[in-house]
């Protein structure tokens, strides 16, 4: 089911109560339709568009049991977890490469490709694969002037007590970086 608090946070989004997103849904058949469909149809029919529809579409799907939270619409599971950092994207960047230093693993999961390291006007990335198919990827990106947020996503995780043990996990890694 979809927490209260989600609910809020859509209707508040959205400016829709989530009954009349309900009954929408209801007449389209959401149902019998895929996420895309779901997402495409909130979005041509203006009942919420462009990121809200994507949300509204999980909630449905978290509500309706088609998925469970954190996980995505091909089956997969996920978690993230960030951390706020004085100075820009480039010293942030500089610190997770010094907390990684040469690990070669996370959890004693292997690292099986990577990590590479790359940029663009408005992000930095790391990533890696590790052995049991999930992949790290880290994001950075300038929140203001003077801090820089620092983003990790796990991805391809198999269950939901993975998502558990990898928030934990990464939560604790990323605790002790320091702002420069």
Request: charged share 25%; glycine share 8%; proline share 2%.
């Amino acid at each position: 089911m979809v927490r209260t608090m989600n609910v809020e946070a859509l209707e508040n989004g959205t400016g829709r109560n989530w009954t009349e997103i309900e009954d929408y849904l209801a007449t389209i058949g959401a149902d019998q339709l895929s996420h895309k469909e779901i997402a495409r149809k909130l979005n041509d029919d203006g009942i919420v568009t462009g990121w809200w529809a994507q949300s509204v579409t999980v909630a449905y799907e978290q509500m309706t049991g088609r998925r469970v939270p954190g996980q995505d619409c091909n089956g997969e599971f996920s978690v993230s977890v960030s951390k706020t950092l004085n100075g820009t994207m480039d010293e942030a960047l500089q610190k997770w490469q010094e907390r990684v230093g040469g690990a070669e693993s996370f959890s004693a999961i292997d690292i099986s490709r990577g990590p590479e390291v790359n940029s663009t006007e408005k992000w930095r990335y790391w990533r890696c694969g590790l052995t049991d198919g999930s992949r790290v990827n880290v994001n950075i990106y300038q929140k203001s002037e003077s801090k820089a947020a620092l983003g990790i996503q796990h991805e391809r995780l198999e269950s939901t007590e993975q998502i558990e043990h990898w928030r934990t996990f990464w939560k604790a890694y990323i605790k002790d970086i320091q702002s420069p």
